[in-house]
């Protein structure tokens, strides 16, 4: 059993910055892409950024300039550093993780962003 474990989320004010990490757990696997999503309140879950294990990212455009993702191979960690916070970032972020032949979600951490 695979479980997704996630830390760093808050309270922060905008403009200022926040570090999310996921770290994977269990049994023994093999980690392929890893991703943060995110779900504002009324809102779809929508893809944030992912990483693939050979470090290909990719960004969704609201946050591209401002979020970086990153992964630790030796931990089974994927991080998330968020920069220059905006209000409209407000939301519960889960981490993504592909397992063959699995995708496995966290079970969520808030981020919410004051103006």
């Known amino acids: 059993q695979v479980q997704l474990v996630e830390s760093g989320g808050g309270l922060v004010q905008a403009g200022g910055s926040l570090r999310l990490s996921c770290a994977a757990s269990?049994?023994?696997?093999?980690?392929?892409?890893m991703a943060w999503y995110r779900q504002a309140p009324g809102k779809q879950r929508e893809l944030v950024a992912s990483?693939?294990?050979?470090?290909?990212?990719n960004y969704a455009y609201p946050v591209k300039g401002r979020f970086t993702i990153s992964r630790d191979g030796a931990k089974n960690t994927v991080y998330l550093q968020m920069n220059s916070l905006k209000p409209e970032d407000t939301a519960v972020y889960y981490c993504?993780?592909?397992?063959?032949?699995?995708?496995?979600w966290g079970q969520g951490t808030q981020v919410t962003v004051s103006s």
């Open positions: 990483i693939t294990n050979g470090g290909a990212t």
């Open positions: 269990g049994s023994r696997f093999s980690l392929n892409t």
């Open positions: 993504n993780a592909e397992i063959p032949p699995y995708y496995y």
